[in-house]
């Protein structure tokens, strides 16, 4: 039987769909899909500045695994870029930090232990998880 | 209550940063006291594990709160360990008008 993989740690997911090439007609079946998990080892390691070690411990993962990750998903760029694919995003194998919307606000937020369910700045109840 | 604010300038009409750990200055707000303390980045252009280990200075300060238009992995981590509440506002909003409604 298969090994179950292991959920990748995710602290934030992304706040949009994707990306799209500018001054292309659509391109139907050019797509490229990314994972939660390459999005933030590509974030951790080239927008973060952490080297692959650190950056691995943080999303729960060995290194070598790491690193297939973040290969992959540096590839999937270069194939976006040059082949001007649009580029979605899709959940993958991820465990996803909580965060919480306000409905009438529209900011996003942590709720630490002990603290009320409801919106910091407008004290409003009607909440929904952010993702 | 006291908050941090991350901005791109020291003064209360500034926007808010882009990225917390990445951002020019702080802003803590206390609301009882009703005082704010600017104070500039030295990490900004550090990766995030090093602006990491100067994030004490926030919770010796007391924070409760940090307000920002996004935040790096290791600082969320970081912040959560410590129960200080993260807030994420749209880019162009002003320090002020979050001290308004913290008042």
């Known amino acids: 039987m298969a090994r179950t993989k292991k959920l990748r740690q995710i602290q934030m997911a992304p706040q949009f769909c994707g990306f799209s090439p500018d001054g292309l007609l659509k391109n139907k079946g050019k797509e490229v899909s990314i994972t939660f998990a390459e999005y933030e080892a590509l974030n951790l390691c080239d927008y973060e500045l952490m080297t692959q070690a650190e950056a691995a411990v943080v999303m729960n993962v060995s290194r070598p695994t790491f690193t297939r990750i973040y290969e992959s998903v540096r590839r999937k760029i270069a194939k976006a870029f040059i082949e001007g694919c649009t580029i979605t995003f899709e959940t993958g194998n991820a465990d996803i930090a909580e965060w919480y919307k306000c409905n009438s606000c529209r900011i996003s937020f942590t709720i630490p232990q002990g603290k009320a369910h409801e919106c910091p700045f407008c004290k409003n109840t009607d909440i929904n998880h952010a993702q | ?103």
């Not at chain 2, 604010?5 to 990445?22: M, P, R, T, V, Y």
Request: charged share 20%.
């Open chain 2, 1 to 103: 209550m006291k908050i941090v604010i991350a901005l791109n300038e020291n003064k209360l009409d500034s926007h808010i940063a882009l990225q917390f750990g990445k951002s020019q200055w702080f802003c803590i707000y206390d609301s009882v006291a009703d005082t704010n303390e600017y104070i500039q980045n030295p990490m900004q252009h550090s990766s995030s594990i090093d602006f990491c280990e100067s994030a004490d200075l926030f919770i010796e300060k007391g924070i409760q709160a940090a307000v920002a238009t996004r935040f790096g992995s290791k600082i969320i981590e970081y912040f959560r360990s410590q129960n200080v509440q993260m807030i994420m506002t749209e880019p162009n909003r002003q320090a002020n008008s979050i001290i308004n409604i913290i008042k």
